[in-house]
């Protein structure tokens, strides 16, 4: 048998909506209640990956942790449509940095993230 893995998109609706022509299933919020129900829906319902917009994702940051150590589903920050907050890349930095342990993405001087 043959098991297709779910991919889903929560945020904004005008960032979500992007989503659905690339064929992902796409949960609009408003408010970090709306978000966590969607995200207890998707996690339970098996989606592999769950793309979250970083300004929804800081507001519902203790639920996201529930997963965080689970193999499935992967949950990644992305920007909204009115731009980055930098969480995603903060993530990434931090996941990366306890894995091998030393932080690959380090600032040269004058630049900033």
Do not use: C, H, W
Request: glycine share 8%.
């Amino acid at each position: 048998m043959i098991y297709m893995y779910r991919v889903g998109v929560i945020g904004d609706r005008d960032t979500v909506l992007a989503f659905k022509a690339l064929g992902v299933d796409i949960f609009p919020v408003i408010s970090p209640e709306e978000a966590k129900k969607a995200l207890r829906a998707m996690a339970r319902e098996k989606y592999a990956v769950i793309f979250v917009t970083e300004q929804i994702s800081v507001q519902i940051e203790d639920m996201i942790g529930e997963y965080e150590n689970e193999v499935l589903p992967a949950i990644i920050p992305i920007p909204n449509n009115q731009g980055s907050l930098g969480v995603g890349l903060k993530k990434i930095r931090e996941s990366v940095e306890r894995a091998i342990g030393v932080d690959i993405f380090f600032e040269r001087e004058g630049e900033e993230n």
